[in-house]
């Protein structure tokens, strides 16, 4: 492929998704990351796009910038629904309530386990979600038990947020969450644009006996505007590509279980 074409095939991806990612695209064209970066150079140099740790984002993305939940759901989905699930397999057996936080991932594992997860075990199983659309999921399939965590609902993202939400939050004890992330970084953890979101994502990271991040590898070595977690605060992160080496690195100094989904 002539470096024109790999030229209009970056600038393409990076129009629809947003950002895109060395690793995706040494594998995705199947050249060297170091050419990537010189494409990528030359390309921000154009002015086509802006050059970021670990990749690039689109002209006028910003740490603060957060897709709407409807563009969301299609970015990535192939990779979201293996992750979700995968994850549903790390559900403990003896697990009697779960957190959902809001997100495409999430609500996709709502639909996993309730396809993956059988009737005698959903009985038993309180889940707890914040997110209108998760809720949603989870009450249509008449099997496990739903308590829906209230606040004023973000539009953006279809999720309650607010400091009833978060004492809310507080009060718990479940035993597992699954959480979502629009960046996870080695030095600066994890994060999201919005600071009402990152709060009420940091009182669910704080209840439960063991959190479980949900991230694909669009996610991976990111930074967004505010970190509501450290790497050391999850136990797991299902992914669907292996994290860069120094993510990888910081990931097992924190003792952070990765899953390749």
Known sequence: MFAEERHRLIGDLVTSAGRVSVADLARQLEITRETVRRDLAQLEQDGLLRRVHGGAVANGTTSTAEESLSVRTALNHA????????????????????????GTTTELLAQ????????????????????????YRISTTGTFQLEVIGGRVRALTSAAIGNSTIDQFRALRPDIAFIGANG??????????????????????ACARRVVLLADSSKLGQETLIRFADLDQIDTLVTDAAPEPDLAAALEDADVEVVIA
Do not use: N, Y
């Open 79 to 102: 990779q979201k629904s293996r992750i979700a699930e995968r994850a549903v397999d790390l559900l403990p057996s003896g697990a009697t309530s779960v957190v959902l936080d809001a």
């Open 112 to 135: 996993a386990m309730a396809a993956q997860v059988p009737a005698p075990r959903s009985a038993d199983l309180l889940v707890l979600t914040h997110s209108v659309p998760v809720a």
């Open 184 to 205: 996870i970084h080695a030095g600066f953890g994890l994060s999201t644009p919005d600071p009402l979101e990152a709060a009420v994502k940091s009182a669910i990271v």
